[in-house]
């Protein structure tokens, strides 16, 4: 059982690439949130414990957004105004057999944190389409492959399906999700149902609850491209650091098909290494991307969202595509990011 009740959770919203110490009270236990593996959208959060031992995890959150400006006093107002706090309403807040599940709403966006890590696994905005990180990327993927279905491994609240279906509303989408909870909790907050209705053009989502690395799985030759965003305690699963994994993936794809992968931050490296690093560097210490290039010689591409975006590495199996060809079927801003690929022989 959760162990907060009436607890005030203090997030401030920072645009950095890598975590910051947080000072708080000594009353207070403090933490970070990231982005699927980014420190992108980092929100540090000061959390004050009581006695309860009841199910509820949090009940008030507020919010503020800090930007550095000048100082003359339009700027001084503008300042005063940013950093007043914004309420949150938590939506949700329970436990599954998986998860701890927390669902956030604000004047912008819902926002689902998972696990003990608090991990921002899906965000929903109410008045913009893109999400300036990793989720817009994978919605690049559908040109690029044979038309079929294609999975998304790791759905959480559906912000990969609500990109793609927006885009390709044709698309015949497969998102795969372990926890029967979240999903049901999708469906309330982040209109996860309305992706299960066929689009005017004929698309639609369907959800598969269940293991997608079980055994018992066997959808050999049935997919176009497998989108893969699998993170638990805010790392990437250990099964995609394995080999195995990526090849029992591939057999998933029918000819042509490709996998696009989420493989966070660069890991087995310190502080230190990644400062004086290069990029190319820092991307082959990323584990995931090692059991990639293994599993996939001379057959993956890369690249690193900048800061402002996550600084998340991506993975795309197959030989490179024609960039100046993907950027004319995608609109912006996705016709100049796909421009960043490259192949990893090259790196």
């Given at each position: ?296 010689p001379e057959q993956i591409s890369w690249k690193k969202l900048g800061k402002e975006n996550g600084a998340n590495y991506l993975a795309l199996t197959g030989p490179i595509p ?26």
């Open positions: 059982m959760a162990l907060w009740m009436n607890t005030a959770v203090l997030f401030k919203h920072h645009n950095y690439g890598g975590p910051f110490p947080w000072a708080v009270s000594s009353s207070y236990s403090s933490g970070v949130v990231c982005v699927n593996g980014s420190w992108r959208n980092t929100f540090s959060f000061a959390m004050k414990s009581s006695t309860s031992s009841q199910a509820s995890l949090w009940s008030s959150v507020s919010f503020s957004d800090k930007r550095p400006v000048k100082a003359n006093s339009e700027n001084h107002e503008q300042r005063q105004e940013e950093d007043e706090e914004e309420d949150y309403q938590v939506l949700t807040s329970i436990r599954s057999n998986y998860n701890d599940i927390m669902i956030l709403d604000t004047a912008k966006a819902k926002i689902l944190l998972l696990d003990s890590s608090y991990n921002v696994h899906s965000i929903l905005y109410k008045h913009q389409k893109w999400t300036n990180s990793y989720w817009d990327e994978f919605a690049s993927l559908p040109p690029i492959v044979p038309q079929g279905p294609i999975a998304i491994l790791g759905l959480g609240g559906g912000t990969v399906a609500h990109l793609m279906l927006d885009l390709w509303p044709k698309l015949q989408l497969e998102g795969w999700e372990i926890d029967q909870i979240l999903i049901d909790k999708a469906r309330e907050h982040f209109a996860l149902s309305d992706l299960e209705k066929h689009t005017n053009a004929g698309g639609m989502l369907t959800v598969h609850v269940g293991d997608a690395f079980s055994p018992s799985i066997n959808v050999t030759g049935r997919y176009a491209g497998v989108v893969v965003d699998l993170f638990s305690n805010g790392e990437v699963l250990p099964q995609l650091q394995e080999v195995p994994t990526w090849l029992n993936l591939n057999n998933w794809l029918m000819p042509g098909g490709r996998i696009m992968v989420n493989c966070g931050g660069t890991s087995g490296a310190s502080e230190v290494d990644l400062k004086t690093s290069s990029d190319n560097v820092s991307w082959m210490q990323n584990s995931t991307i090692n059991a990639l290039s293994t599993a996939f024609d960039l100046e060809s993907w950027s004319t079927m995608v609109p912006e801003p996705l016709s100049n990011s796909v421009r960043e690929w490259k192949p990893y022989e090259e790196s």
